[in-house]
């Protein structure tokens, strides 16, 4: 079936618990669900995998990781944040922090947006954004 525009799918993302980076995931989106999953050899360690997300785009999570989360504060390379666009910001961090994921921070307020960060243990920092306007011209302003 032909698309009519190019756009991300999903991104592959390795956690340490993939109950727990569902869990995020499907608390401050409730419209995402498990779409599929199992168990696979990676490189000699059996994992679980699962994709979360709707029928037009998911994170394919990969458990059993390792090692350190890339910060989102130094210059190391690699994916800082995952952006995530929200119709109700304060319900999104209601859920999230009566769940028990704290906020890791927000940023003032924009005319056109609202943006809060989460950094879940070990789930990439996830930015969740509620923009205020319908003109990309004023969603996507850098200069207010």
Same mark, same amino acid.
């Given at each position: !079936?032909?698309?009519?525009? *190019?756009?991300?799918?999903?991104?592959?993302?390795?956690?340490?618990?993939?109950?727990?980076?569902?869990?995020?995931?499907?608390?401050?989106?409730?419209?995402? %669900?498990?779409?599929?999953?199992?168990? !696979?050899?990676?490189?000699?360690?059996?994992?679980?995998?699962?994709?979360?997300?709707?029928?037009?785009?998911?994170?394919?999570?990969?458990?059993?990781?390792?090692?350190?989360?890339?910060?989102?504060?130094?210059? %190391?390379?690699?994916?800082?944040?995952?952006?995530?666009?929200?119709? *109700?910001?304060?319900?999104?961090?209601? %859920?999230?922090?009566?769940?028990?994921?704290?906020?890791?921070?927000?940023?003032?307020?924009?005319?056109?947006?609202? %943006?809060?960060?989460?950094?879940?243990? *070990?789930?990439?920092?996830?930015?969740?954004?509620?923009?205020?306007?319908?003109?990309?011209?004023?969603?996507?302003?850098?200069? *207010?």
């Amino acid at each position: !079936m032909p698309h009519d525009t *190019d756009r991300l799918e999903h991104a592959n993302v390795t956690v340490q618990d993939i109950d727990r980076a569902t869990r995020f995931l499907t608390t401050a989106l409730p419209s995402w %669900r498990i779409r599929g999953g199992g168990t !696979m050899d990676w490189f000699g360690k059996t994992i679980r995998w699962q994709h979360v997300g709707t029928d037009d785009s998911y994170l394919a999570l990969q458990g059993g990781g390792e090692g350190a989360l890339p910060d989102w504060q130094t210059h %190391r390379l690699g994916v800082k944040h995952l952006g995530f666009v929200v119709s *109700d910001l304060d319900a999104v961090v209601r %859920r999230l922090t009566e769940a028990g994921f704290p906020v890791d921070h927000g940023v003032p307020d924009h005319p056109h947006r609202r %943006r809060v960060y989460f950094s879940p243990d *070990d789930l990439v920092q996830a930015e969740f954004i509620q923009y205020l306007s319908e003109a990309p011209e004023q969603r996507h302003s850098y200069t *207010d």
